[in-house]
């Protein structure tokens, strides 16, 4: 599609982390990365694996001031007998990453060639997969604007890369339930503005809120919609659902909040057990009636590197809210088992989720 990739093997060979000691997130990388360049007049060329190194830019490089920088997130799993390597859905994130070029102006990737990037990036540094119960292979493809210049407009150059790292739990809290902060002054995103897309700027934004949720014991963010401050939206770094007297919910998609591939899977899941997932607005009056009157029965996060995190109560204005005595739910557990364990290959994939390397 874009010319043959071109692999130039590292001379040397990291040492790999120990997982024993328990593997940080985003802490370490693997031997090799996956680079591609975008220019006007070329498109995309020159693909090729190459020792993992720092990247040399232009500091009038469009990214570092006007922020067209996306990104995806998606795992590597090793079959329980070794003898295979599985991308999870690598088909979603790449029509996620052209949804998100397609909102910040940035040009597309045929997807196929995407896939067959990862796979062959994935194939050489397999030996990184770590082993261990709730590890994998977190794969982080990027796309950055790169030409030189000051101008506001679209770059006429682009870097697309990808790098990948071992790692265990995204949250410090490991599997058990986390703490999360209602966020009532800051926004994430607004209807129209790039909540559905996976952009680094929607990030940088985050974060200040994230900061403050700390003072409450919260790791994390619930966000509201921008307008009313009334409904719930997302945690930036995973989707919700909440099960309520029976009903299972998750904030309906609404251009504002990121289309999760570990949401699309649970919601598959769910279904197939004849369990649907009512996709709509929830407000948080709804949650805190819920809980007052008993019905709050258990709130889950779910994202790619979250996987699915129980949460054990949310801090909303003045008051906090135990859910299920801040303890895993059943449907939680039953949701984490079931979709890790299709992930690592234990547990029969029955909807072709698994991509083989
Ligand atoms: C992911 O789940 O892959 C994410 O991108 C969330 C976060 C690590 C930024």
Sequence with gaps: MYGTIRVELSSE?????????????????????????????????????????????????????????????????????????????????????????????????????????????????????????????????????????????????????????????????????????VETHYTRAAVGGMGYAKAAGNYAGSLKAQMLAKEYNCSQVLWLDAAEKKYLEEVGSMNVFFKLGGEIVTPKLNGSILDGVTRNSVMQLLASWGMPVTERRISMDEIAAAFANGTLEEAFGTGTAAVISPIGSLHWNDQTMSINVGQTGPLTER?????????????????????RC
């Excluded at 593997?23 to 020159?46: C, I, P, Q, R």
């Excluded at 949701?335 to 698994?354: C, M, S």
Aim: charged letters at 20%; proline letters at 7%; one cysteine or more.
């Design 13 to 181: 060979r990291k040492a790999k982390p120990s997982v024993d000691t328990g593997l940080a997130f985003g802490k370490y990388f693997t031997d090799h990365m996956f680079m591609m360049n975008y220019s006007e007049g070329s498109g995309w060329h020159d693909p090729r694996i190459v020792p993992y190194a720092p990247i040399t830019l232009d500091p009038s490089a469009m990214v570092f001031h006007y922020g067209q920088a996306i990104f995806e997130g998606l795992k590597a799993y090793r079959s329980p007998d070794k003898s295979s390597v599985y991308l999870f859905r690598p088909d979603k994130n790449a029509a996620r990453l052209n949804q998100s070029c397609e909102r910040l102006s940035m040009p597309s990737i045929d997807e196929a060639f995407f896939v067959e990037a990862l796979q062959s990036l994935v194939r050489i540094d397999a030996d990184w997969i770590p082993e261990s119960e709730g590890t994998s292979l977190y794969i982080r493809p990027f796309i950055i604007s790169t030409e030189a210049g000051l101008g506001v407009r679209p770059s006429s150059e682009y870097l697309f890369a990808v790098i990948m790292s071992p790692v265990g739990s995204y949250y410090e809290e490991g599997i058990h339930p986390v703490a999360i902060h």
């Design 335 to 355: 949701l984490y088992n079931t979709l890790t364990g299709i992930q690592n290959g234990k547990i029969e994939d029955p909807f072709g989720w698994n991509v």
